[in-house]
C-alpha cells in the first residue's frame, strides 16, 4: 500500500505548550483525508510540519516516503499549500500572482501564463484576472489561493481550512475542484471548521484535541462509534465536549 502521508509519535513544543503531542497518522495516496478539532487543538501546526514550515520536536514524518526533515526539499516539489490566510501579493493582479507562482515553481514564462489562465477560469476568476487584489472580494481571495496552491499539480495538496468564509456557493465550487484533483490523481489532507464539509469530501477524518488524536475512521464508522450519532457533529460534540464554532462569511 501506498502512503502519502506517515506519520509517528510527531510532537512539536513551543517552550512549555505543546502543540502537538504525539500525533499518529496514515495517509493512503489518492485520499482526501479529513483533519478535525476544536481551535488550538494543533491542527494547523501539523500542517505546517508536514509541509516542512515547521520542525517538528520529535518522532517522525514521510511524504511519498521522503523524511519532511532530512528530504525536505524533495518534500516541497511535491506538495502544494493553502493556508487559511492568502498567500498572494496585494500589489499584483490575479494574472500576475499566478504566473509569479508558476515560474517560481520552474515553469516558463509562456507555461506559467498559460496555466494562470486555465485556473482563473476554472475557479471563475476570469473577468477579475486583471483586477488589483485590493479590490477582490474575500471569496475571491480564498479562491485565488488555492489556485496558487495547485498552479504545479502537487502530488499531495495540503488545505487549511480553505473554505472559511465563503458563501455556500463558492464552497460548493470549491468542493467540485477539490474532488477534480483526487480525480487527477493527487491526495488532499483538509482542515475544516465545517463538519458537514468533512462528511462530504473526506474518505477517512481524524479528530485531534490537545495535539492528540483521539478518533479516527471513516465519517460512517465515526458516527457508528457514538449511540445515537446522526452528524458528525453529534460525534464530535461528545467525544471533545466542544463545537466547532465557525463566524459567517461573505464571498
Known amino acids: 500500500m501506498t502512503y502519502a502521508i506517515e506519520v509517528n ?14 500525533v499518529n497518522l496514515k495517509v493512503e495516496a489518492g485520499q482526501i483525508y479529513g483533519v478535525l478539532g476544536p481551535n488550538g487543538a494543533g491542527k494547523s501546526t501539523t500542517i505546517n510540519m508536514l509541509a516542512t514550515l515547521l520542525k517538528p520536536t520529535s518522532g517522525e514524518a514521510k511524504i511519498f516516503g521522503h523524511d ?14 493553502t493556508g487559511q490566510f492568502a498567500s498572494v501579493d496585494e500589489g499584483l ?4 500572482n499566478l504566473v509569479i507562482f ?30 488589483p487584489l485590493e479590490k477582490f472580494s474575500g471569496g475571491m481571495r480564498r479562491r485565488l489561493d488555492l489556485a496558487a496552491s495547485l ?6 495538496i495540503f488545505l487549511d481550512e480553505p473554505t472559511t468564509g465563503l458563501d455556500p456557493r463558492t464552497r460548493n465550487q470549491m468542493w467540485e475542484t477539490i474532488r477534480s484533483q483526487v480525480k487527477r490523481g493527487a491526495t488532499v489532507l483538509l482542515t475544516t471548521q465545517y463538519l458537514d464539509e468533512a462528511d462530504q469530501l ?3 477524518i481524524a479528530i ?11 465519517p460512517q464508522e465515526l458516527k457508528d462509534s457514538v449511540d445515537g450519532a446522526v452528524t458528525l457533529d453529534d460525534v464530535f ?3 471533545t465536549g466542544d463545537h466547532i464554532e465557525v463566524e459567517e462569511g461573505e464571498e
Request: charged residues 30%; without cysteine.
Open 9 to 22: 509519535n510527531l510532537v512539536k513544543k513551543f517552550g512549555d505548550n505543546v502543540a502537538v503531542d504525539g
Open 68 to 81: 519532511i526533515v532530512k528530504e525536505g526539499a524533495i518534500v516541497r516539489q511535491l506538495i502544494g499549500v
Open 93 to 96: 493582479t490575479g494574472m500576475q
Open 102 to 131: 508558476g515560474q517560481l515553481l520552474g515553469l516558463s514564462k509562456k507555461d506559467a501564463k498559460q496555466k494562470a489562465k486555465d485556473l482563473l477560469e476554472e475557479f471563475s476568476l476570469t473577468e477579475a484576472a486583471d483586477r
Open 151 to 156: 498552479i504545479a499539480q502537487p502530488d499531495l
Open 202 to 204: 473526506a474518505d477517512r
Open 208 to 218: 485531534i484535541d490537545h495535539g492528540k488524536v483521539i478518533a479516527e475512521g471513516t
Open 237 to 239: 460534540l461528545t467525544i
